[in-house]
Each structure stands twice: as C-alpha cells, then as structure tokens.
C-alpha cells in the first residue's frame, strides 16, 4: 500500500482522515515517520502554510507528503479569526480561550455566518499540488457537545442542527472542509 506522510501531530485531524481513506492509503504520522520537530506555520495565508508544512517534511524524507492548515472565517468579523484560528486568544493555542473570544466578539450581532476552509498541499513525484475544501454554517450562542476540537463545538453546518462536537466523526466528515479536500486529493492521487 503506497504510503503518504501527513504532515502534523494533530491527532484529531489524523483520525479524521484515516476515517476518509478506509484504507486505501497508509498514513504515516510526523511521529511514525521519525520526524520529531514543531511544524511552522509562519505565513498570513493558509496556502503558504500549508505548502511550508509539506515542503518542510519533503525536504526530511523525499517522500511523498501532505501538510493543511485550516482557518475558521466569519462574515461579520471581517473572516476573523481566518489564518490565526489556533491562536486566536494567545500562544497557548487553547480552545476554549479561543471560543470564548469568539462568541464575546460576536455578541450582538445579527450575521452569525461562517465558515471553514482548509487548504491541503500535496507534494507527489516531486509536484506541488494544492487542494481546498469549504464548509458553510453558522456559530452557535453557547458551545455544545463533547467530540472533535477546536471550534467544533460552536459550529453547526448548513443544513444540519448538530454542532460538529455532537456528531460522530462519520458524520462531520459529511460535512467537513477537510474532508472535502481530502476527497479531491484522493481522486487526484487515484488518477496520478
Ligand atoms: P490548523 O492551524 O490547521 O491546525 O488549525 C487552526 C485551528 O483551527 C485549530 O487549532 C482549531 O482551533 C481550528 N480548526 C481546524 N480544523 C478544525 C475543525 O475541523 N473543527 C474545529 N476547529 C478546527
């Protein structure tokens, strides 16, 4: 089986997509792959980082590789927090500081509308490619559920009434932004 390493130690995010990929590719962790370092994530972009996370465990191993950065954009907010998503209250990279920010800077207004965006960048026989998926939805008044990360539970879907904390992963991936990236990068990958 052709094996792929993705570039982060997010676990969740790991989970997430060996669900997507029922087996069809083996992913290899930063940790399986050897690779023991802080993956940067310096640009203003989420396509600059995620090319710098791909080009980063490339240039380590010449295998090929996958690196995503995802951001959380809401209208009213002017797409807030976007590409600081993870640090939106601080270094500290805290969830539950971050949605509490969140819901604090939207308090009061009327668009609650957002939406998440990922950007995968796939270096394959030496190419870069770069894949990207989108989920509409709203953000909730209070957080709600236990599953996921992040800003799961203030976020629900369109079309759906369940946070994506109260889902199963089976579920969000219904829905979610990497999930839809992923697909693109599968089908790429099946016709390479
Ligand atoms: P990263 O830089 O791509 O790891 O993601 C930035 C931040 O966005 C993370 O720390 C999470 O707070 C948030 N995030 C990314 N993906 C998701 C998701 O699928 N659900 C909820 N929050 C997410």
Redesign the pocket.
């Known amino acids: 089986m052709q094996k792929i390493i993705f570039a982060?130690n997010?676990q969740?995010?790991i989970e997430?997509i060996r669900a997507i990929l029922k087996g069809q590719y083996e992913i290899m962790t930063l940790e399986e792959a050897g690779i023991h370092i802080e993956i940067p994530?310096p640009y203003d972009t989420l396509e600059e980082?995620a090319r710098e996370k791909a080009t980063t465990v490339h240039k380590l191993t010449g295998l090929s590789c996958f690196g995503?950065?995802?951001?959380?954009e809401t209208r009213s907010l002017n797409g807030e927090p976007g590409v600081k998503?993870?640090r939106y209250a601080g270094e500290e990279?805290d969830?539950a500081a971050?949605i509490e920010k969140l819901l604090r800077n939207l308090e009061g207004k009327t668009d609650r509308s957002a939406r998440?965006r990922?950007v995968i960048s796939l270096i394959h026989n030496g190419r870069e490619r770069q894949f990207e998926g989108l989920c509409e939805g709203k953000i909730t008044e209070t957080p709600r559920g236990e599953g996921?990360?992040?800003?799961?539970p203030v976020?629900i879907p369109q079309n759906a009434t369940l946070t994506?904390a109260e889902m199963s992963m089976e579920e969000?991936n219904r829905y979610?932004?990497?999930a839809k990236a992923m697909k693109q990068l599968i089908q790429f990958l099946l016709h390479a």
């Open positions: 982060t997010n969740h995010k997430e994530e980082n995503e950065d995802t951001g959380l998503s993870a990279r969830f971050n998440f990922t996921g990360f992040g800003y799961d976020f994506f969000k979610s932004h990497r």
